[in-house]
């Protein structure tokens, strides 16, 4: 059996006939930058997120990034966030001009609360925590170690649309939150895309500036900004497939449950706080003998990667920022034990099951 570790192709078939006619619809309407799509995919989006507004953005790199630029965050300013990430969630700081600070991650390999005391100066201005693999981080726990200093909190939800938090979708917990459609997130699109839940007005009228070159109407503007908008084809693509999300999620969340039905006994399987629902973006096992686990199951056809093998203070990107191995044990830990198991809705339990039976197996010889 073959278990590929994406198969993006199998999604685009369920919903082919609805892309198409959406495809011919806005091509011959003639409607290719903004209008009615996409005033329509972000109240769903907000909808969907309950928060008051959600604004579409060319990617999810550019959603943290116009969310600091609009709150002026820049040059001598800290923002903390985590080690264990994907790249953007510190390059999106560093792109503003601010200094990424990390705090190590605990088991659910998110933020550490008890640990964040000790990163926040008075230079800080926000704290970026990341939704990782889609299981929402402590908020509550990081609210309480800010108490009334005036930092913000802006969510990394790229990987956790549709998660909640003590009942609470991700999203709507914090200042902010920034999320991605790239075709390897949970909502997909067939390109870069991503957008921004808020309930603030300000931050709203702000971001829609600024992800149109500071523009306040067709001719003026107000404040120097990029181009970052969301092609209106990929809004009317988000519409269709938007609908599909929460039966989506379900088999995320099914599959994630027969993994670690099967596979407990022999590996470190996810937790989730029971209060809490988690969208399994990627299903992450532990064990020390992962090289010699990832080789066996890809002799056996099974797909597996690392999210992600270098912690980012470790990247030569972060050079400058004059970390070292050592300063986030746990984090550098993980990232020599953790590997991922295909999770995709279109995985069949046959699949899953083999998946199991192939990694019970290797423990057994
Ligand atoms: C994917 C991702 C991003 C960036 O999203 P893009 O749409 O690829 O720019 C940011 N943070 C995290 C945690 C992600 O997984």
Not at 97 to 122: Q, S
Not at 210 to 236: C, I, P
Not at 311 to 333: C, I, N, Q, R, V
Request: proline share 4%; charged share 20%.
């Amino acid at each position: 059996m073959q278990v590929p570790f994406v198969n993006l192709g199998a999604q685009f078939q369920l919903v082919e006939d609805e892309l198409v006619s959406e495809f011919l619809r806005l091509g011959r309407s003639g409607q290719f930058i903004l209008g009615e799509d996409v005033e329509k995919f972000e109240r769903q989006l907000a909808d969907f997120c309950e928060t008051e507004y959600a604004i579409s953005v060319a990617n999810g790199t550019d959603a943290l990034i116009l969310v600091m630029k609009a709150l002026n965050i820049g040059e001598g300013d800290e923002v903390i966030t985590v080690p264990n990430s994907f790249i953007a969630s510190a390059g999106a700081i560093s792109v503003v001009g601010a200094t990424p600070v990390f705090v190590d991650v605990g088991e659910d390999y998110n933020l550490d609360a008890t640990k964040l005391e000790a990163a926040i100066t008075p230079n800080t201005k926000a704290i970026v925590p990341v939704h990782l693999t889609g299981n929402p981080a402590d908020i509550d726990a990081i609210t309480d170690v800010i108490g009334d200093r005036e930092i913000v909190v802006i969510e990394d939800a790229a990987q956790a649309i549709g998660a909640t938090y003590r009942g609470k979708k991700v999203g709507s917990l914090g200042l902010a939150g920034g999320f991605s459609l790239h075709p390897l997130k949970n909502l997909s699109l067939l390109g870069d895309a991503g957008f921004i839940s808020t309930n603030s007005e300000s931050l709203y009228q702000s971001l829609k500036q600024l992800r149109n070159h500071g523009l306040e109407n067709r001719d003026h503007s107000v404040q120097w900004s990029v181009n970052s908008r969301l092609d209106t084809v990929q809004a009317a693509f988000g519409n269709v497939k938007l609908a599909h999300l929460p039966k989506w999620t379900e088999r995320f969340q099914a599959i994630a449950a027969r993994y670690s039905e099967q596979l407990s006994d022999v590996v470190t399987c996810p937790k989730v706080r029971p209060e809490d629902c988690a969208v399994f973006h990627n299903y992450v096992i532990r064990t020390t003998e992962r090289e010699a686990l990832m080789g066996f199951l890809k002799a056996r056809g099974v797909d597996t990667k690392i999210h992600y093998p270098i912690p980012l203070h470790l990247m030569d990107a972060a050079s400058a920022l004059g970390y070292k191995h050592g300063d986030f044990p746990e984090t550098e830990k993980q990232s020599q034990e953790i590997m991922s198991l295909p999770i995709y809705p279109e995985l069949t339990d046959e699949q899953v099951d083999y998946v199991c039976q192939q990694i019970c197996g290797f423990f057994e010889t």
